[in-house]
């Protein structure tokens, strides 16, 4: 068990049967009445967001989550392929499981995959990954770094706002958490 008080980004914690992931919190001490802790969570189980209350001192049950490091193989139907890097044992992951992480998987990548008391829950992705730019418009003389930018589509189907320097062909580094432009590689 651990108190609401000891909240940190990135904690998994067990709630009403469901594991979050705490993505956000503030203590909370008004002036009339008792401390409280508001956090924001997401559910590992369907990805969805919620903001949850505490009061303070509450104990909520901690849960271990197991990360194993696994390479991406290959999509076969709407199941994916992963491939301990240890063992070599392979597991699949459902499509509505990892619907996010998609836009940012490439074959061979290497990702940790979550698992907790054996049930696999998804994809831990880098911060960052490079990708290639496989359609976007061409960049004309004289467009700067601050000028604007413009959509392009990227290897693996996902579409980033670009400066407009950026051309076919180029490779980038994108942000994975907010799927946003970084830099060229």
Known sequence: MISVNDFKTGLTIEVDGDIYRVLDFQHVKPGKGAAFVRSKLRNLRNGNTTEKTFRGG?????????????????????????????????????????????????????????????????????????????DTEPGIKGDTASGGSKPATMETGLVVQVPFFINSGDRLIINTAEGEYVSRA
């Open 58 to 134: 509450e104990k909520v049950e901690r849960a271990q989550i197991d990360n194993r490091r696994m390479q991406y193989l290959y999509a076969n139907g709407d199941q994916h392929v992963f491939m301990d890097t240890d063992n070599y044992e392979q597991i699949e992951l459902g499509e509505s499981q990892i619907e996010y992480e998609l836009k940012f998987l490439k074959e061979n990548m290497e990702v940790h995959v979550i698992q907790y008391q054996g049930e696999t829950l998804g994809v831990d992705l880098p911060a960052t990954v490079e990708l290639e730019v496989t």
